[in-house]
Nanobody
């Protein structure tokens, strides 16, 4: 079974920075897309950023220029550097990945979620 474990959330003042990390483990053959989503209280989960194995990235407009996503393919990890944080960035942040494992046949990517990590930005 594949597990995604996030770390790095916490409480920070507006204008501050946090770095989220996510490590994937299990019988992993390959990971295509890794990304981050977030869900604020009373709102739907939304896409934040993603990075494919080749390194191309994508961001939601509201975080462009403030957040940077990166990954280490050898370690099966993805990080989200969040700068200039705003109160509206407050949410539970979830790691997401499309993983091909040795566990299933056919060997096609399946989508996995982490358990989430809380980010709170105070004004």
């Amino acid at each position: 079974q594949v597990q995604l474990v996030e770390s790095g959330g916490g409480l920070v003042q507006a204008g501050g920075s946090l770095r989220l990390s996510c490590a994937a483990s299990g019988s992993i053959l390959s990971i295509s897309t890794m990304g981050w989503y977030r869900q604020a209280p009373g709102k739907q989960r939304e896409f934040v950023a993603s990075v494919i194995s080749g390194g191309s990235t994508n961001y939601v407009d509201s975080v462009k220029g403030r957040f940077t996503i990166s990954r280490d393919n050898a370690k099966n990890t993805v990080e989200l550097q969040m700068n200039s944080l705003k109160p509206e960035d407050t949410a539970v942040y979830y790691c997401n990945a499309d993983v091909t494992t040795a566990q299933f046949i056919p060997r096609i990517p399946r989508n996995y979620w982490g358990q989430g990590t809380q980010v709170t930005v105070s004004s």
